[in-house]
């Protein structure tokens, strides 16, 4: 079997393998799954996870971008998509990913949309330019695809953000950053991929200051120029979540923004080092 696409696929732990084993993978002409599994070696794999179509790489450490950076030196078909191990697929949605390749030669990076009963995202109704984003949109990590060629050994997910790093969140909103500053073409494409319907990492934290806290690492490496004004704004946005008691008070928000903003500064959290010897050696 030619491979066309991995689904790279990031777990952690016990709990993380028997999720994924749960999840139940159609097996689908010209797709492999591909699981970076951090874990200390007490757990073995479960049995219905020994298939053909499933690789399964053990790594130590924790961090869900150290996750997906050791799946990304593993990877090897041409085309990849970032997943994690609750999401669940069809074989229409894992082909949809293949054939908007196909249709998009040109494209470098493709985002798509997931079904879901506990999240509203707003998506736009044609295709755009991820250069270009509209207003109210946002990407998350399971509904990245690209090409490998373009990524592997060039961009890496920076391992301060995500899951388990001093900024909890917003590795998405880095890594295609510095896709696009690369020079990179993506391009969002209104087709369903997956369906998850586990609450996100942002409906779980939103009462805590550690999202704003990330917000200001993120924008001081995004918008560079305009972060101070968008922070006031991103602000006056959350004060309505807070008279319903669903989000922080704006004074918090901005003094855990400018938090964030120093801190990333005293870190000097950018730029990504290159991983590639890391996770061949030790993964």
């Known amino acids: 079997m030619t491979v066309k696409l991995q689904v790279l696929i990031c777990t952690y732990g016990a709990d993380g393998i028997a999720r994924l084993a749960q999840s139940r993978h159609p097996k689908v002409s010209g797709v492999e799954y ?72 040109d494209a470098d990076i493709l985002t798509f949309r997931y079904d879901t009963l506990n999240c509203h995202k707003t998506y736009p109704e044609r295709q755009v330019s991820l250069a270009c984003p509209p207003k109210g949109y946002f990407i998350s990590s399971i509904e990245i695809a690209f090409r490998r060629d373009s990524i592997q050994g060039r961009i890496w997910f920076n391992e301060n953000f995500g899951i388990g790093a001093i900024f909890p969140s917003g590795e998405e909103d880095v890594f295609i950053h510095d896709c696009l500053s690369a020079g990179l073409t993506g391009r969002f494409i209104p087709a369903t991929v997956a369906r998850h319907d586990g609450d996100t990492t942002t409906q779980r934290t939103a009462m805590l200051p550690s999202i704003p806290l990330t917000k200001g690492a993120v924008f001081i490496h995004t918008h560079p120029a305009d972060w101070l004004p968008r922070m006031a704004i991103h602000a006056l946005r959350e004060s309505r979540g807070w008279f319903r008691g669903r989000a922080l008070s704006p004074f918090s928000y901005v003094r855990n923004w400018l938090r964030g903003v120093r801190l990333a500064r005293r870190l000097r959290v950018f730029p990504t080092p290159d991983y590639s010897a890391k996770y061949l050696r030790h993964g």
């Open 34 to 105: 591909l699981v970076s599994w951090q874990t200390d070696g007490s757990t073995t794999v479960p049995e219905s996870l020994v298939r053909y179509d499933m690789k399964i790489y053990p790594v130590s450490g924790k961090g869900l971008s150290a996750n997906r950076n050791h799946a990304l030196v593993r990877a090897t078909a041409p085309l990849l998509l970032i997943s994690d191990d609750d999401v669940v697929y069809t074989e229409e949605n894992l082909l949809n990913v293949i054939s908007a390749f196909d249709d998009n030669a």
